[in-house]
C-alpha cells in the first residue's frame, strides 16, 4: 500500500509566522504534489516536483514556497502566513500521472 | 485555461441502484482521466484510472470514456450507503507534464 504521511492533522498558527508543512512518503514516487482545498473551488496545485532538488509552480504559488532535499520529503512553507492561507492542504506523491494523498493537514491562521 | 466539469450535485439514489457521476474536460489533448473518492473530512482516495476509450471495469465501478465527446464518467452499480462520498474527476495533458486538474466534485449519497 501506497503511503503518504504529513507532519500535522491540525496546526493553529497565528498571522505573520512562518509555517512549515511537511509531507514523507515510502514508496520511492518521483513525483510529489501540495494542493489547497477550499469549499466551492476544490482542490488547486500550489507546487510540484519531480525530482530532488526540483520544483515547479503550479496555479497558486503566492506566499509560498517548497523544498525537496530528499526524494521521500517534500516540504510546504507559508515564509509570512496570512488569514487567507487558512485551508484544508494535501500532499501527494505518484508515478507519471497517477497520485496519491496524504491524510491532509487542516490549516487555521489567526 | 484547462478546465473540468462536473455537476457539484447533490446526486441522491436509493440502495442498490446504479450511480452515475459525469465529467467533461476542455482540453481535447488529455490522455489519461481519473475518478478519486473522498468521504466528508478525508483525503481523495484513487478509485480507478482510464486512458482508453470505452469502459474499465473494476468491481461495482465501471468508467467510462469517450475522448470525441471530451466525456468520462463513473459508474457505481449496486451502490451503498458507503459509497456516498464526493467524487473527484481528474484529467492530465499528457507528455512530461504530470499535473492533474481537478473538477469540483460531485456530492453522491446513497439513501437505505
Known amino acids: 500500500d501506497v503511503k503518504v504521511t504529513q507532519s500535522s492533522r491540525y496546526l493553529v498558527k497565528r498571522t505573520g509566522e512562518k509555517v512549515f508543512l511537511e509531507c514523507v512518503q515510502d514508496?520511492?514516487?518521483?513525483?510529489m504534489f501540495w494542493y489547497r482545498q477550499d469549499p466551492g473551488l476544490g482542490l488547486r496545485l500550489i507546487y510540484f516536483?519531480?525530482?530532488?532538488?526540483?520544483?515547479e509552480k503550479g496555479d497558486i504559488p503566492e506566499g509560498y514556497s517548497v523544498s525537496r532535499e530528499k526524494k521521500e520529503r517534500f516540504s510546504l512553507i507559508l515564509e509570512s502566513a496570512s488569514t487567507n492561507q487558512t485551508s484544508m492542504y494535501l500532499c501527494?506523491?505518484?508515478?507519471?500521472?497517477?497520485?496519491?494523498f496524504g491524510p491532509g493537514t487542516r490549516l487555521l491562521v489567526l | 485555461q484547462k478546465e473540468v466539469e462536473q455537476n457539484s450535485g447533490p446526486l441522491s439514489v436509493p440502495e442498490g441502484a446504479i450511480a452515475s457521476l459525469n465529467c467533461t474536460y476542455s482540453d481535447r489533448g488529455s490522455q489519461s482521466f481519473f475518478w478519486y473518492r473522498q468521504y466528508s473530512g478525508k483525503s481523495p482516495e484513487l478509485i480507478m484510472f482510464i486512458y482508453s476509450n470505452g469502459d474499465k471495469e473494476d468491481g461495482r465501478f465501471t468508467a467510462q470514456l469517450n475522448k470525441a465527446s471530451q466525456y468520462v464518467s463513473l459508474l457505481i452499480r449496486d451502490s451503498q450507503p458507503s459509497d456516498s462520498a464526493t467524487y473527484l474527476c481528474a484529467v492530465n495533458s499528457g507528455g512530461s507534464n504530470y499535473k492533474l486538474t481537478f473538477g469540483k466534485g460531485t456530492l453522491l449519497t446513497v439513501n437505505p
Open positions: 501527494a506523491s505518484g508515478v507519471q500521472e497517477t497520485q496519491y
Open positions: 516536483s519531480y525530482d530532488v532538488k526540483m520544483k
Open positions: 514508496m520511492d514516487h518521483e513525483n
